[in-house]
């Protein structure tokens, strides 16, 4: 009676430790892109107005730049197939100069990444959100 007990718990234990597996895969491989968007978007450096002095990113090229670097790295290294139902959105601000310390010290970029994710065992949906964000600080 013992043995017929221990199985299914067995099997109910296995099937979330390989949830919990392939959640935190799927989240780390999210962190990873989120990661390499926000650093290619913030090597959009807006070389006319460095050369004045003052360190800035093109905002626009920012932003194409970090979107599609992360969805590269989605489609080239995730484990599952619902890349296309992942919801990238990057911000790319400078620093605002006169308005009273709002806004980022340095030009920053932010990636954040949404995806919605069944779970191939216990058939949860959970939803998996990253943030990155780099920056360019000048040297001193």
């Avoid at 990238?88 to 919605?116: D, F, K, R, S, W």
Wanted: hydrophobic content about 50%; charged content about 15%; proline content about 6%.
């Amino acid at each position: 009676m013992v043995r017929f007990v221990r199985a299914p718990l067995f099997l109910i234990v296995a099937a979330l430790v390989l949830d919990v597996a392939c959640l935190s895969v799927v989240r780390t491989q999210l962190q990873c892109a989120a990661d390499h968007g926000a650093l290619a978007g913030v090597l959009e450096i807006d070389f006319e107005l460095l050369a004045s002095g003052v360190c800035s990113v093109n905002v626009e090229a920012a932003k194409a730049a970090s979107h599609a670097f992360a969805r590269q790295n989605l489609l080239l290294n995730m484990i599952t197939d619902k890349v296309t139902e992942c919801d990238i959105l990057v911000t790319a601000q400078n620093p605002c100069a006169g308005t009273g310390g709002e806004g980022p010290e340095y030009p920053t970029v932010t990636v954040e990444i949404t995806l919605p994710l069944t779970l191939p065992l216990s058939r949860i949906v959970r939803t998996i959100k990253v943030r990155a964000a780099a920056s360019l600080v000048p040297r001193p």
